[in-house]
């Protein structure tokens, strides 16, 4: 299938699953992946369940793109903190996915009134739990699934104790609230939903909503996940489909799980500093020395355990 220059894409009906498979591939290198879906799916949702909070300003029937991280996306961001200035409070994360976002934009004409947002920004905010579900792109795992009264006075309970009053206030319905968490059928919770491009102008006709994903089904596993994510999150655990583990190329690796739970900025500035280190490091030494491997993106996504095949199989089957 030929790729799209999308400087010539015109306003109006467009053939989505070229320019869905051209947006994956030109994202692929950068551990993005990409879902396509209607605006109308996303408010259409968010009516029903939240009385229309945080809808899309944008046509019912504009076609919107999803963009979600897997493992290896610690890679562009250390490519990207190599290349900008630095400073302390500076958030990396955010600012490689606002490179990518803007990247895409200057690409696309005008009269498509393509517009792009980073989910982890705002205002605005939008819900990106929603937009992962009617996207196909994962399955959110609610509390309410649970009809288990003993578990959830259990869970409860063990979260008082644990939340104190100084960080989430004194009012118990607060310290005791089990709160839901997304799964994609592959990775897990080792993903994270970055960016969604809207195309204001662009129609997809043809586009029908996919069926709901289901990651897990098992009620044990669905007790495990909830009960890790509220109680331990930064051990991660929840973040595995089962409970005797998770395949090692589809998580991300020991440093990337470190990194994405570090909230001190300083601490995180910190460890893309050593890991650009090693990254020049291994680049002199290999021009130095021509028999040994160039440290090139590709490279770069296998030192951190991203797997090409991976990303391409997913890029496949969700055409």
Known sequence: MALLDLSCLKAGEVEWPTLHRTLALKLAKACIYVKPLLVGWYNDHRKRTTNGTQLLDAPEDALAFLLYSGPGYIDTIVEHFIHSARNESCHYVDATTDALLEGLLREFPENLGAHAVNLDKGPPYFHAQTLGVVAGAGQHLDPSE??????HESISKQLLELRSPEVWG?????????FGISLHPEFGGWYAYRGLLILHGARASSLVRPPCVVAVADLAEKKRIIAEYNLRGDDCRWRDLTHTGHAPDKRYTPEEMIFFTEMNLGRRKRLLEMKADIMKSLADSSSIAPEQPTFSKQNISEHWGANSALVDSLHQSSS
């Open 170 to 178: 004194t009012d118990v319905t607060v310290r005791q609230k089990l």
């Open 146 to 151: 649970i009809d288990d009264l003993e578990w």
